[in-house]
């Protein structure tokens, strides 16, 4: 069996603020009736709960982000998905529910710094300065579909599809640079 990696191994660039592809990290997204009960003590038995409404809750090393209507996004370490991904069918199995690990066709950046929010602005059509901790937001970096949040003091994080990641990680670099324009 293969080992796994991530789409750009940890690739960073430094600019007026820092772009790092985050490696592996353990996606599981989740179809279902948010207000289930069944979901809401899957989510209890892996320390979470449903969050409100573009809302991303982190408890411990784990998150869920709500992401429309029917569906969440749990954040876990890369090794445990394909369990959390169990546990989330098992506590579902009586429920008109669909649960995936994406694991490996999802990636994962990080842009921090005093000036990261910047990087974004010139991609995403989101008004940062009302974007508070702990709200997800899905949008666009220019045409590559996205969820952004605030994930730690004065950094970002932002997740797209792996089949972009280098040209995401292309647009977050030039975007980071002094002067940097988008075209």
């Not at 996004?73 to 169990?86: D, F, K, P, R, S």
């Not at 045409?143 to 003091?153: D, E, F, H, L, T």
């Not at 950094?155 to 977050?172: D, K, P, Q």
Request: charged share 25%; with cysteine.
């Amino acid at each position: 069996m293969s080992k796994a990696v991530s789409a750009l191994n940890g690739q960073s660039h430094t600019g007026f603020a820092t772009v790092t592809e985050a490696g592996l990290k353990g996606m599981v997204t989740l179809r279902a009736d948010l207000d289930s009960k069944a979901l809401a003590k899957g989510l209890k038995a892996l320390g979470l709960k449903v969050p409100a409404q573009r809302a991303i809750v982190t408890e411990g090393a784990r998150s869920v982000a709500w992401m429309s209507p029917d569906e969440l996004l749990v954040l876990c370490g890369y090794e445990e998905a394909a369990q959390v991904t169990a546990d989330l069918e098992q506590a579902l199995a009586k429920e008109h529910a669909l649960v995936t690990n994406v694991s490996d066709a999802r990636a994962m950046f990080t842009v921090s710094g005093a000036k990261g929010d910047e990087v974004l602005m010139k991609l995403c059509p989101i008004d940062f300065e009302t974007l508070e901790a702990g709200e997800m937001r899905r949008s666009r970096a220019a045409q590559v579909a996205a969820a952004v949040w605030r994930s730690g003091p004065e950094e970002l994080s932002v997740i797209c599809f792996r089949s972009v990641a280098g040209y995401m990680m292309g647009l977050l670099e030039v975007s980071s640079r002094k002067g940097g324009e988008i075209y």
